[in-house]
C-alpha cells in the first residue's frame, strides 16, 4: 500500500470531524494530518482507516479511534523535545503521533507479535522512537525515568503506582481507568508525594493485561 493524495485529502477531512469534536492542539491535529494511519492498519480496511473509529488489529487488539488519540494526546500537553513513555504499542499509530510532535518516545507492548511487528514497521516509515520495548506496562520503564507525560492506551482497572512514580514534578499521567468502561483521567504531579487529578468522561478501551509470566 502507499499513501497517496486521495489519502491526504481523506485525512484532511478526519481533521475537521476532530475540531468539530472538541480537538483543539495545532501540533495534535497536523500530525494526525500527516500520518498515513491506512499503513498501521490492514489493507481490508483500507477504505475506513480515516473515519474516526477503533479498528481490530493483530493479537485481539486495536487501533484506537482517532478522536481518542487526539484527546489523550492534548491531554498530555506535550512538546518538542519532551520525554513521553506509551503503555500499550500496539499498531504504534499513537507511538507516530508522538514521534510526529518531537517527543522522545519511550513505548511498552506486552504482545511478542505485536512489538515485532510494530518495531519493524515504524522504522520503516521513518518513524524513530527512542526505544521500543518487550514487556509489562505495569511496571513503567524505570531505567528511562522521569518522564514528562505517561499514556496509557488500554483500559487500566487501577492506577499503577510504578507510573505516577516514574512521572517528573508537573509531568502528566494520562490514563483510562476502569473495567467494562473507562474514565479517561489525568494526574499532574504537584510534588513527590502530591497528585492532582483530573476525569473527563467515558471512553472504551481493550483491557492492560497483567503480564503473562
Ligand atoms: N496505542 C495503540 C493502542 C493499541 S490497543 C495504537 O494506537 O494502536 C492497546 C495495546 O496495549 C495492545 O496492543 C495491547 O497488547 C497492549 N497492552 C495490554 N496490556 C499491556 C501491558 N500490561 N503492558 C503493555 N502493553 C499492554
Do not use: W
Not at 13 to 20: A, G, N, R, S, Y
Not at 37 to 51: T, V
Not at 93 to 101: G, K, P, S
Request: hydrophobic residues 35%; proline residues 5%; contains cysteine.
Amino acid at each position: 500500500m502507499k499513501d497517496t493524495l486521495r489519502h491526504a485529502g481523506k485525512r484532511k477531512q478526519l481533521v475537521d470531524v476532530l475540531i468539530k469534536k472538541g480537538i483543539k492542539n495545532k501540533t495534535v491535529l497536523s500530525a494526525i494530518e500527516k500520518i498515513p494511519r491506512h499503513l498501521f492498519m490492514d489493507s481490508s480496511f483500507e477504505d475506513h482507516a480515516y473515519q474516526d473509529k477503533a479498528f481490530p488489529i493483530a493479537a485481539d487488539q486495536t487501533i484506537s479511534q482517532p478522536y481518542t488519540v487526539a484527546f489523550q494526546t492534548e491531554l498530555l500537553e506535550i512538546e518538542k523535545g519532551d520525554k513521553v513513555l506509551e503503555i500499550g504499542t500496539g499498531s504504534g499509530y499513537q507511538t507516530a503521533v508522538l514521534c510526529e510532535i518531537g517527543a522522545k518516545v519511550y513505548s511498552i507492548e506486552r504482545q511478542k507479535e505485536l512489538f515485532k511487528k510494530t518495531k519493524l514497521f515504524l522504522s520503516k516509515l521513518g518513524y524513530r522512537p527512542k526505544h521500543l520495548s518487550f514487556g509489562d506496562g505495569y511496571k513503567g520503564l524505570k531505567e528511562h525515568a522521569p518522564y514528562n507525560g505517561i499514556i496509557v492506551t488500554a483500559g487500566a482497572p487501577f492506577v499503577p503506582k510504578p507510573l505516577l512514580g516514574q512521572l517528573q514534578i508537573n509531568g502528566r499521567l494520562v490514563i483510562p481507568v476502569g473495567e467494562d468502561v473507562q474514565i479517561m483521567t489525568l494526574f499532574v504531579r504537584k510534588s513527590e508525594t502530591e497528585f492532582e487529578k483530573r476525569e473527563f468522561g467515558e471512553f472504551r478501551f481493550v483491557p492492560l493485561l497483567e503480564d503473562k509470566n
